[in-house]
């Protein structure tokens, strides 16, 4: 097996969650993943593999045995595909699960090969990105996982499944002539689609295959509009249905605009190399700004000695955004660049586009304005709204349903910022709302909440029974949302 650190603090990126697990262990092969999971279960100790800590939420928190993934980060997996043959002319990448995005888009891009998809960020672990239903922006996208054809997971037990569709890639009768008893291949829809979005629950990913595409271009468009045009567009939707990639960011206050919006699109373009570089790269003076290290401590000491700036702060961050052509590879594109940088936390919940995505705006707006008046408590920066296409994974934030994600960014030194999230995460569940795992939520555990938000819940439930049979990737997390306690209650 291999060495482990003891008694050292594991933090998230942000360092708002923070825990000291028991050992930490840094695997480079799925048979020490095996040994370790097996190493638990006889100590009686839980296991929580985490990627690269972009988690605002608990949700990659241990007690027990913390497992580093990055010495499992090769774009090309050692792992064999056994590829059927009707799989074999489509673009397939297995990679290690602990690949960041960054690396795996280097590597796509030097094979002509491209994410259709990614979220605004590249820092992630490609089996972190899928544990919690990462998403971007385009209503003919699913979150990530949807792009998943098959992954190796270490489950209870060290038990090692290959876990597919029924149609899935792997020629069953090669994967068994290879691997005998010693690993089993799952190719069942119900399987594939409560493993797609596990939260860190369902074992190990190991191994993940992607479905991707040729390397492409976008140009990107940033234009400002009232919320009126934006909310006006949105009920029609043919501004969805036309771009590739739709997002705006929001504000919801009103200044001589009422309700200031940023309109991002984002379209195939030719490759832009013989373009000046203005027309090859975002407003270079926002990101500069915005990458240096100053900066955020700036931002953070105007929200937090004169927060009644906030609502100004945000309307000029979004004209600052303003900006009419902007064309590279599309995972720069997709990147949303030097704001990823700066020190902030956020909460984000997805509403079904049924209608109640447009009361989800007017419900912010109430929600902001009452804690402004109440409490001088403002949003420090602006909100997104993200468009993504129903997904068929029991667990994921848009299962069955069409949805439009709202990220509620919060600068880490806003007064107030996390129960303005609660606040707004309260009104949007009731129109249906669904939290993102990996963000600030106040899920519990009361309520019968998880069977309410998610109606494939107990399909999930049974499947996660399975592959958590011994209660090892229990965690503080499952314990808070009820998970682990309706069947580890002591
Ligand atoms: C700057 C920033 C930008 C972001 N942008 C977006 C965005 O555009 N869209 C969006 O939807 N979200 C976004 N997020 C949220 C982020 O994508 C998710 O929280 C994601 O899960 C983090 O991935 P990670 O690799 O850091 O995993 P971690 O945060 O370390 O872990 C997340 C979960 O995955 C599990 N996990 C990780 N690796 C494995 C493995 N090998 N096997 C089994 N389980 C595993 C962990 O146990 C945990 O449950 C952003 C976060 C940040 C900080």
Redesign the pocket.
């Known amino acids: 097996m291999s060495a482990f650190e003891v008694r050292q603090t594991w933090k998230?990126?942000l360092g708002n969650q923070q825990i000291d697990p028991l050992r930490i262990y840094k695997p480079a092969s799925i048979d020490d993943v095996q040994a370790i999971v097996r190493a638990a279960e006889d100590a009686g100790v839980t296991v929580?593999?985490?990627?690269?800590?972009?988690?605002?939420s608990d949700?990659?928190l241990t007690r027990g045995y913390l497992l580093k993934?990055n010495g499992l980060a090769q774009p090309e997996s050692a792992e064999p595909d056994f590829l059927r043959p009707e799989w074999s002319e489509r673009r397939l990448v297995r990679s290690d699960?602990?690949i960041r995005i960054k690396e795996l888009n280097a590597y796509l891009d030097a094979h002509g090969l491209a994410l259709s998809n990614m979220?605004?960020?590249d820092h992630?672990?490609i089996?972190?990105?899928i544990?919690?239903s990462?998403?971007?922006s385009g209503i003919t996208f699913g979150p990530l996982n949807d792009f998943v054809r098959s992954m190796d997971i270490v489950a209870a037990g060290g038990a090692v499944y290959r876990i597919e569709p029924a149609d899935g890639p792997t020629d069953p009768d090669a994967y068994t002539a290879h691997f005998g008893e010693h690993r089993t291949l799952v190719q069942d829809d119900d399987w594939f689609d409560a493993v797609a979005v596990?939260?860190?629950c369902m074992?190990?990913?190991c191994t993940v295959m992607l479905e991707v595409e040729p390397k492409y271009y976008l140009r990107e468009v940033r234009e400002f509009h009232p919320w009126a045009k934006v909310r006006a567009d949105l009920i029609d939707g043919a501004v969805l249905r036309e771009n590739r990639h739709y997002e705006v960011l929001f504000s919801p206050y009103r200044r001589q605009h009422e309700y200031p919006c940023l309109v991002t699109t984002r379209n195939y373009t030719r490759n832009p190399s013989r373009k000046p570089f203005d027309k090859r790269s975002r407003n270079w003076l926002v990101e500069f700004a915005s990458a240096f290290p100053l900066t955020p401590h700036l931002l953070n000491l105007m929200v937090d000695v004169k927060p009644s700036l906030s609502p100004w702060m945000m309307e000029n961050a979004i004209r600052a955004l303003i900006k009419k052509e902007y064309d590279n590879v599309s995972y720069k594109v997709l990147n949303i660049g030097a704001a990823?940088l700066l020190p902030a936390y956020s909460g984000?919940v997805g509403v079904p586009m049924d209608g109640r995505h447009i009361e989800a705006a007017d419900a912010l707006i109430r929600v902001a304005t009452e804690a402004r008046e109440l409490g001088d408590v403002y949003q420090s920066s602006p909100i997104s709204f993200r468009f993504v296409k129903a997904s068929g994974a029991y667990m994921s934030m848009m299962q069955g349903r069409d949805t439009m994600m709202i990220e509620l960014i919060e600068l880490s030194r806003c007064d107030g910022g996390y129960e303005l999230i609660a606040a707004y995460e309260t009104e949007l569940r009731k129109l249906g709302g669904r939290v993102?795992w990996?963000?600030v939520n106040s899920l519990s555990a009361s309520e019968g909440l998880l069977e309410t938000m998610y109606p494939r819940y107990p399909d999930w439930l049974r499947v996660f029974g399975r592959l958590n049979s011994s209660g090892v990737f229990d965690s503080p997390f499952t314990e808070r949302v009820g998970i682990s306690a309706q069947r580890f209650a002591p």
């Open positions: 998230n990126h929580r593999a985490v990627g690269s800590g972009h988690s605002w949700v990659a993934t699960g602990g979220g605004g960020y992630q672990t089996a972190g990105v544990s919690t990462t998403h971007g596990g939260m860190g074992g190990v990913i990823n984000e993102h990996g963000q």
